[in-house]
């Protein structure tokens, strides 16, 4: 049977697939960043699991990274944003939920179709562990597609490059440039969306993306 | 070849950091703008260094190969060139008040960080390095692209932003994949992440993981290539932002992000149970030309109207390397060298003449020959370039990939011609009533460079009559590289 190790990261990776599910059906703001920190807590708990039975101390720094950064720095700062902007009432979602919980479901199962098919040869470890990790990339895009507001396709990018994060630790012994880089990508992209989500609100006075669809396409 | 008394390798990438760095604690904009060309014709000389000193031996971060030099000088030229375009369109920007000092010290800035993501993307060896460069180079322009905090700059950068960290982040997925698949060959560590290591041995990676890696390779480096159903970032972008980022947007990062798919194109073709990429991007690249052929028509906007021509090309030469072979790579090749020093001239011309009429509206922008000829010939010439007429480099190289085709082919060859006459339609009547006619619009004194244009349009002139045997010789030995 499965080592004890196996059913942790197991348990882990599945519970942020989970997660991501769960974000699909949040219809307020602040709930899905609850959520996403949720999201960020598991990840960094699977992360530090994957360090501590690949005996690789260098994955505890992205832990920490992900727990510091992504389940409490950036969720309380998106938190003041909205409040700050008077947005917190309604994700206006350009799906309804029923869809979306099923394109959901229809997302994940291809992922394990998908990606159990192609890693016959690896260990089991590996190969569901990317499985899992291309279902939380999928989610994390269906929740970019699904919502009109710039705060939640914020979200649903963080929910992305989690999974992106699974996915290079759950690859066991690659090299510490990808996890740096992923978080530093992530720094990087929170910095933009900072400056971003301020511009817009100082151009028109609201965060709902729908109000730059008016200026799509060509200037008339 | 001379012994290596400094490293042009770092000084490729040391110059545009140290740069970037002294620029944004720089005031003055005459200054700054000055230190930016200065910088970036540094850096110019250091990578044409590159063909004197001895080269470094593969190392597992940098890689000097005849297939990236080309791509360095061409990057690094253009950059140049450029630079000296933005000083006098930055000027003209300060005057009018669409952009305040503060702005440009941020500007100058993230014109050096960008061309050392660009240059870092082109040396690296290590995949994992490689996608970090790209990451940093898209996040630079996408800061450059909202700059005038207009209501469509902010959505072109929101829509770049979105657009493009998803196709990054497939990138990712891509390369980690690559990794999996390299792991049981190549063991844990550095090496799997090696692209000159995971070249020689890829023959014996798992096929069916490569094929799976190709495929979220070729979505996300294609998303930043601009290709078809993945492009709709790229019209915004370049049209919204200062016209010197269009032009490096257009003749640059393209060429980075399909750099990046070429390499891994060499890696999967490297293994021969893996599925062939060349079909795969020969439908997407003639699918790109032929939609971009026909939204030329409906343009109303001068630099969209560009930009759509940039999907075109890309379209063409993604086309080119699908075909594979020595003939379509060179044609590639040649392609994407002819397309970026011609649609940054475009570019150059477009800026100067949009800062004068004061729109960007074709409708309104009238007689150019007639009230500034210098600038109306020379976007006749860069169309005429574009449009691919005989005797510019573009008719060479377009020339040589319908050919290619025609000899393999003949089906694809015929939807490709279809494609390369609807665009040249579109193109030769948007000139016509641009460039002639009845003058509309500001007459004012044009107080532009008119340097980058024309060098650039003279090496295209000159590429188109007359290649000099060596370097006929070094782009037949890359295409060879290319398989």
């Known amino acids: ?220 | 070849m001379i012994p290596s008394l400094f490293d042009p390798v770092t000084a490729v990438l040391l110059i545009p950091i140290c740069s970037a760095a002294l620029l944004a604690a720089l005031p003055g904009y005459r200054l700054t703008a000055r230190l930016n060309v200065v910088a970036s014709l540094a850096t110019f000389l250091a990578a044409l260094s590159l063909f004197v000193v001895e080269r470094p031996s593969p190392g597992s971060y940098v890689l000097i190969d005849d297939l990236n030099i080309v791509f360095i000088v061409l990057n690094t030229f253009v950059g140049f060139t450029t630079s000296i375009f933005s000083a006098s369109y930055i000027a003209h920007e300060l005057e009018t008040g669409r952009l305040t000092s503060a702005y440009l010290r941020f500007y100058h800035a993230m014109y050096q960080i960008m061309m050392f993501g660009m240059n870092l993307a082109f040396v690296s060896n290590n995949i994992g390095l490689m996608w970090v460069a790209v990451e940093l180079a898209t996040l630079t322009t996408v800061l450059m692209v909202g700059i005038y905090r207009t209501h469509a700059a902010l959505e072109a950068a929101w829509k770049y932003f979105i657009l493009g960290s998803v196709g990054i982040a497939l990138a990712l997925f891509g390369t980690i994949l690559i990794y999996m698949a390299a792991r049981p060959v190549m063991g844990e560590g550095h090496d799997g992440m090696v692209w000159t290591l995971l070249v020689e041995r890829a023959a014996n990676f798992d096929a069916a993981l490569l094929n799976v890696a190709f495929v979220f390779l070729f979505l996300g480096y294609g998303t930043k290539v601009g290709l078809a159903p993945l492009h709709a970032w790229l019209p915004d972008a370049h049209a919204e932002g200062p016209t010197p980022i269009s032009a490096v947007l257009s003749g640059l990062l393209l060429n980075v992000a399909l750099y990046a798919l070429l390499r891994f194109k060499i890696l999967v073709a490297a293994n021969p149970a893996s599925i062939a990429p060349g079909p795969l991007m020969v439908t997407v690249g003639l699918v790109s030309l032929i939609f971009a052929a026909f939204m030329l028509y409906r343009r109303r906007d001068i630099k969209r109207l560009f930009a759509y021509s940039s999907i075109e090309h890309m379209g063409i030469i993604v086309f080119a390397f699908g075909m594979g072979g020595p003939l379509a790579n060179f044609a590639g090749l040649l392609h994407m060298v002819m397309h970026s020093l011609t649609k940054s001239a475009i570019f150059y011309a477009v800026g100067h003449i949009s800062q004068i009429k004061g729109t960007q509206r074709i409708s309104r922008i009238r007689g150019l020959t007639v009230t500034h000829p210098a600038l109306g010939w020379g976007l006749v010439v860069g169309v005429v370039a574009i449009a691919g007429l005989p005797p510019l480099g573009i008719f060479m190289s377009e020339f040589l990939v319908v050919s290619s085709t025609f000899a393999r082919q003949p089906l694809l060859a015929i939807a490709l011609v279809f494609g390369l006459l609807l665009a040249f339609g579109a193109l030769t009547l948007r000139l016509t009533s641009v460039a002639f006619g009845e003058p509309r619009g500001s007459t004012a004194p044009a107080d532009a460079s008119y340097i980058p244009m024309f060098a650039h349009l003279a090496l295209v002139l000159g590429a188109g009559i007359y290649l000099p045997a060596p370097l006929v010789a070094w782009f037949q030995h890359v295409a060879q590289l290319l398989g």
Do not use: C
């Open chain 1, 1 to 220: 049977m499965h080592s004890l190790a196996f059913d942790v990261s197991h348990t882990l990776a599945g519970g942020l697939v989970l997660i991501s599910l769960m974000m699909l059906y949040q219809d307020r703001l602040y709930s899905l960043l609850n959520v996403f920190a949720l999201h960020a807590l598991v990840l960094s708990l699977s992360v530090a699991w994957q360090a501590f039975i690949q005996d690789a101390p260098h994955l505890y720094v992205t832990a920490v990274i992900a727990l510091v950064f992504k389940a409490i720095i950036i969720p309380v700062a998106l938190h003041r944003i909205i409040k700050q902007l008077g947005i917190h009432r309604d994700i206006e979602s350009a799906v309804g939920i029923g869809p979306t919980m099923l394109a959901g479901m229809g997302l994940v199962a291809l992922s394990l179709v998908l990606m159990l098919r192609v890693t016959g040869d690896a260990d089991p470890l590996a190969r569901e562990d990317l499985a899992f990790a291309l279902s939380v990339v999928l989610l994390g895009l269906l929740v970019m597609v699904t919502r009109r507001n710039a705060v939640s396709q914020v979200v649903g990018f963080m929910s992305l490059e989690n999974g992106l994060v699974l996915a290079a630790t759950g690859a066991k012994g690659m090299p510490l440039v990808v996890e740096i880089s992923v978080a530093f990508s992530i720094l990087i992209a929170f910095i933009v969306i900072g400056i971003f989500l301020f511009r817009i609100r100082e151009r028109f006075d609201s965060v709902d993306v729908s109000a730059l669809d008016d200026f799509r396409g060509e200037r008339r």
